[in-house]
């Protein structure tokens, strides 16, 4: 069992940054490890996602946001640069025990998710 938990959103102005911490209590090593995001009144989306063989991002954050991780911490990251207000929502850490894929649906784990707000 994996238990996730996010830090470091948090409120900033538009074209500020932020990075979001990603905790897990076991080792992830292996896993697909991926931040998605839900605004108010939206679907949940896939922002990026990390395994050995790479790295993927939602086309609205590339070249913005990245997706790094620190296996001997057990923690993922994203770092959000020149944030947007449409970036506002809340952040949730997830993982899959096998191939990355960008459905929220196919993943095991979950954090409870940390608030990024953006203001114009």
């Known amino acids: 069992q994996v238990q996730l938990m996010e830090s470091g959103g948090g409120s900033v102005q538009a074209g500020g940054s932020l990075r979001l911490s990603c905790a897990a209590s076991?080792?992830?090593?292996?896993?697909?490890m991926g931040w998605f995001r839900q605004a108010p009144g939206k679907e949940r989306e896939v922002v990026a996602t990390i395994i050995t063989t790479g790295t993927y991002y939602a086309d609205p954050v590339k070249g913005r946001f990245t997706i790094s991780q620190d296996n001997a911490k057990n923690t993922l990251y994203l770092q959000m640069n020149s944030l947007k207000p449409e970036d506002t929502a809340m952040y949730y850490c997830?993982?899959?025990?096998?191939?990355?894929?960008?459905?929220?649906?196919?993943?095991?784990?979950w954090g409870q998710g940390t608030q990024v707000t953006v203001s114009s």
């Open positions: 997830a993982a899959r025990r096998t191939f990355c894929v960008q459905s929220y649906g196919y993943y095991n784990y």
């Open positions: 076991g080792s992830t090593y292996g896993y697909c």
